[in-house]
């Protein structure tokens, strides 16, 4: 522990010495969301169903459900008033927020600023002067909310989540603050960061306790990003230390042992996901080695093990929960949507790290799948669970009683924009193909840069410098896994149809060759404005079979083109029952575009085993169409 402290104590000293706020610690530097600014039809529909419904949508039943309320009950507590809902509730507030900040940047709107600042005002006033901030216990301290206890932090690990709610506090305020340039949002979280900071720790009088429901581990590194302050960055230490170590000792918050000692994804899926993304911040902002070995070892596990051909995690509805090796059924998956956001978070951080491909090729899969079928077309209801199997029983809903999901998918979907580029140095990396513009800096240096794709559907790219630096630097494209024959990281699914994909790639009209280094195809030359770049990568519907280990999946094929994984649902497919129907385990696949369809979709059609034709269409688009059968996993005719 004291090494580590000096670590952070020196990384601080050496911030104010500069006179700047400390870098993110990683290899490879993220970009923030306010450089990017998305134009892609694709992702577009996407950002203006948040900007038009999802948020609005969040906001008005965080006043309905009486999230608001409770922030105004805090101010006056009352003895005899029964606390209700989930101790959690507060989040649902700082998360719309924080998904209302993002589109801020890129749709600026007076309005919906001048109403977040109204919300504030309601959160500030019940604030205690310490910096506390939980209505589940202060509407009523007498007899607060029933997991919360009796003392603050005293059920902590257990369901109180106060330092959850602090985590989601920090992670809107921040992103209000990067936004808006504005601090009273940023001011309130500050204030309840130190409450924690005095209150819970090793010294005397404090309460030696760990996250219960972590997210506060990443939040208090990216507090002290924003503000240089040490002892946010020595307090998510602490909790990364800490955890196995404290009084609970439990597989569902991952405290069954110290992290170190950790080589497996187990648990609450969210939970976990959450404090393998925390680990990563405070190892890359501390140089704790040791410590990014132990969650090498555990995204090793996830990826080769426990992963969902649509990149959801989590199997069980038994605790929300990673199931053992293998465990990956289809009708009964819970694959959570927050998991998948922290599927997202975890392996962008890896990336970080690592620089390697393969992370953004799990980050891209759970994106495209796992998490876009957590919302709506419209972006007006939600999934909690993602099964890949369905007799019927699901549908979407505007909001739920527990509504961590929608206020997550409200969260997210506007922060796309910083997933795009990275850079290290000299070196740009291109990780996701989505139309947009952009200016980054590069080794020191501005470049304008922009992308026209009709990615997912088309391989097709092109990249334009718009204002370039006059100097050399690579631009490192990434070539994803489908194209390269893989289908994740590992043998858990290869595709079965003996396809060899290519690519190609030309400047300035030219064709080009390089190796490829981790994933990633390097162009290195002196560039100059009006330089274009076109990246062609074949793409073809595949057949994709998992490991023989994985009993759900044995006798059965999935079919995918491109990062997108595709399901065959009732409508498509009448008189045919998508749960029993055969399919040869080889044969041609035909490729239908329907423009007028879900939004836009390309289709696949598929023959059957004898007569007939199966009709699949992405998987993030099921259940738009009434409930019925589904199914990514097709039982062979062989």
């Known amino acids: ?22 870098q993110s610690g990683y290899p490879i530097d993220p970009i923030p969301f306010t450089a990017v600014k998305v134009t892609d039809s694709f992702w577009g529909q996407r950002l203006e169903a948040s900007r038009k419904v999802t948020v609005p949508l969040a906001f008005s039943k965080c006043e309905e459900t009486g999230r608001y309320d409770n922030f105004v009950r805090a ?10 809902g989930f101790p959690f509730d507060d989040t649902d507030v700082y998360k719309t927020i924080e998904g209302a900040s993002y589109l801020l940047q890129t749709s600026p709107n007076p309005a919906l600023e001048a109403y977040i600042d109204s919300v504030l005002t309601i959160v500030a006033a019940a604030q205690e002067p310490d910096g506390y901030l939980n209505t589940a216990r202060q509407m009523n301290p007498w007899h607060p909310h029933s997991w919360v206890g009796d003392k603050r932090w005293s059920v902590e690990e257990v369901n109180s989540h106060e330092l959850y709610n602090l985590g989601h506090m920090i992670e809107g305020a921040v992103a209000h603050y990067q936004a808006t340039g504005k601090r009273n949002f940023l001011d309130i979280a500050i204030k309840y960061a130190d409450c ?57 918050i991952q405290s069954h042992k110290p992290i170190l000692e950790q080589d497996e994804a187990v648990g609450h899926a969210v939970r976990a996901e959450y404090l393998y993304s925390g680990v990563a911040d405070v190892a890359a902002l501390t140089g704790m080695t040791d410590y990014i070995e132990a969650i090498d070892r555990i995204w090793e596990n996830i990826a080769t093990r426990k992963l969902y051909i649509t990149g959801g995690v989590g199997a ?3 605790g929300e929960a990673f199931g053992d090796d293998y465990e990956l059924p289809n009708e009964s998956a819970y694959c959570e949507t927050c998991a998948a956001i922290g599927n997202v978070y975890f392996n962008y951080r890896m990336f970080l790290l690592h620089g390697e491909s393969k992370y953004f090729d799990v980050l891209e899969r759970t994106l495209y799948n796992a998490l876009l079928s ?43 924009p910083g997933y795009v580029y990275a850079v290290k140095d000299d070196r740009l990396y291109v990780n996701l193909y989505v139309s947009d513009t952009a200016t980054l800096e590069v080794g020191g240096k501005r470049v304008d840069i922009s992308q026209e794709t009709g990615y997912p559907w ?14 050399e630097f690579a631009m490192m494209l990434r070539i994803p896994g489908w ?39 390097v162009i290195r030359r002196r560039w100059k404005a009006g330089d274009k770049v076109s990246l062609h990568l074949d793409m073809e519907p595949r057949r994709v079979v998992a490991d023989d280990a994985i009993e759900a999946d044995r006798g059965r094929i ?11 649902e009732w409508p498509d497919n009448e008189g045919v029952d998508v749960l029993d129907v055969k399919v040869p385990s080889n044969g041609p696949l035909e490729v239908e575009e329907c423009p007028g369809l879900l939004g836009g979709v390309n289709r696949l059609v598929a023959g059957l085993e004898g007569e007939g034709k199966l009709t699949l269409i992405p998987y993030y688009a099921w259940a738009h169409r009434g409930p019925g059968a589904m199914s990514v996993w097709i039982k062979t005719a062989e």
């Open 1 to 22: 522990m004291r090494r580590i402290c000096i670590l952070a104590s020196l990384l601080s000293v050496l911030a104010a010495c500069s006179g700047e706020k400390p």
């Open 458 to 471: 088309s391989g097709d790219i092109d990249i334009s410098i718009g204002k370039a630096p006059g100097k």
């Open 483 to 521: 194209v390269r024959g893989e289908v994740t990281p590992g043998d858990l699914y290869r595709y079965a149809d003996g396809k060899d994909l290519g690519y190609g790639v030309e400047v300035n009209g030219e064709t080009v060759s390089a190796e490829l280094q981790d994933g990633y195809f």
């Open 316 to 318: 069980r509805h038994a």
């Open 75 to 84: 101010v006056h507590p009352d003895s005899t008033y029964r606390i209700g």
């Open 374 to 416: 957590g919302v709506s077309l419209d972006g007006g209801s939600f999934f909690y669970p993602n099964p890949l199997e369905c007799r019927g029983a699901y549908e979407r809903q505007p909001w739920f009683g527990c509504a961590c999901c929608p206020s997550n998918i409200c969260r997210f979907i506007p922060s796309l």
């Open 196 to 252: 924690v900071c005095r209150e819970v720790g090793l010294g005397e009088g404090q309460a030696d306790v760990i996250p219960g429901h972590e997210i506060a581990e990443m939040a208090l590194a990216k507090l002290y990003l924003a503000t240089g302050d040490r002892k946010y960055l020595d307090q998510a230490v602490y909790f990364v230390e800490r955890r196995g170590k404290t009084g609970t000792r439990n597989t569902y």
């Open 558 to 568: 999935s079919f995918e083109r491109g990062p997108v994984v595709y399901c065959a």
